[in-house]
């Protein structure tokens, strides 16, 4: 019984990320984080980003290629 409470508890903590969604419209949180550009790591800060203008920020899973990688 302890084993399916703690499967069903367990279920309901890996779910939570799905609700964390942001809305059409909402404004995205700041952030700073590592990133890459053409190989090179660098801080990124949207705070930062967004005083140049509008931002669109993706996730791009490495090819383990190197031209996929510098296309993303």
Request: glycine content about 12%.
């Amino acid at each position: 019984m302890k084993r399916i409470l703690v499967g069903i508890g367990l279920c309901g903590v890996m779910a939570l990320p799905a609700f964390a969604a942001l809305k059409q419209g909402d404004k995205a949180p700041d952030f700073s984080a590592k990133a890459s550009l053409a190989g090179k790591e660098f801080d990124y800060s949207l705070k930062a980003a967004l005083k140049k203008g509008p931002v669109v920020v993706y996730f791009y899973p490495s090819a383990f290629t190197g031209g996929c990688n510098l296309e993303a």
